[in-house]
DNA sequence: CCTTGCCGTAACATTTTGTGTTACAGCTAC
DNA sequence: GTAGCTGTAACACAAAATGTTACGGCAAGG
């Protein structure tokens, strides 16, 4: 399955949000979501319940209840998103403890880390620099 | 499994054989290897087999077999690597197409590959940034 | 030239993770 | 109270990474 599609997913819920807002739709239900996502409701339900975690959206209960973004989609960066959905770094280390006898085996896995902790940090700092309004903004482009 | 560890085997592959080539080791077999990693001479093997692949290593066949850099340590970057093993790229698009009858729908995944293109970039960068030569000085330190 | 040791790779088992689906209790506006 | 949607558990399913076994192929050295 590749890569994981969450934070995409969760970026596609809240542009969506973010335009029906603009539209004057006050709230989305979870299935309206799902509709334009073309998934199951579950799967977005999930989705915006980490996003509510974060504190991106808001949700409310009862008849007529619903989705809608909790801040303005230019405040929402996609570093944001990343940090709600919980996403993974891309690299992993070793699945089982390399040989500790070895000194590369003994080694290897703090040099992997700092090496990895910076590729973390380049990719916080590019996704810190697009919102929802951006990427909304240049979906409508096309 | 979390993130895939390629890039993690492959670089302690290529430290253990810049470690062992300045001992005096000319070459080491898969099996030697794979001590080291504490995995199975296979996913070595298979690991090598992509790092040959992209000329970062060579092999010799027959009895007394094995394997050793094709470069210096310092001429190998960690982003040589990330190609040789096939990284994917962190950030995977919809599983399943998106209703295109939808504005968000149709526009998010050009909207998405440009973000995700940059941050794979920023990835590039930070990878190109370290050698297995720092990798083993790092390693060494520990 | 043939034996020996290792490579190269196919085939399959296992594990893990992501995703999809069904079901149902809980909440709130009306 | 009732209708409509949320929140989440439980399970099914699919895909990918990793581990394992097996075996043909190659080349150095006798």
Redesign the pocket.
Known sequence: ??A???LT?ATHVLTWLALAHRRGQEV????QVAASVN?????I??S??DL?RAGLVE?????????SLARAPREITLLQVYDAVGG?PPF?LH??EPNLECPVGRGIRPALNQTYGRVEQAIRRELADTSIADVLREALRN
Chains 1, 2 share one sequence.
């Open positions: 399955m590749a994981n599609s969450r997913i989305l239900t979870s299935d998934t199951n409701s579950v799967i339900r999930r915006l319940g509510r949700v409310r209960h009862g008849a007529g209840a619903g989705w993974e992993g699945r089982s």
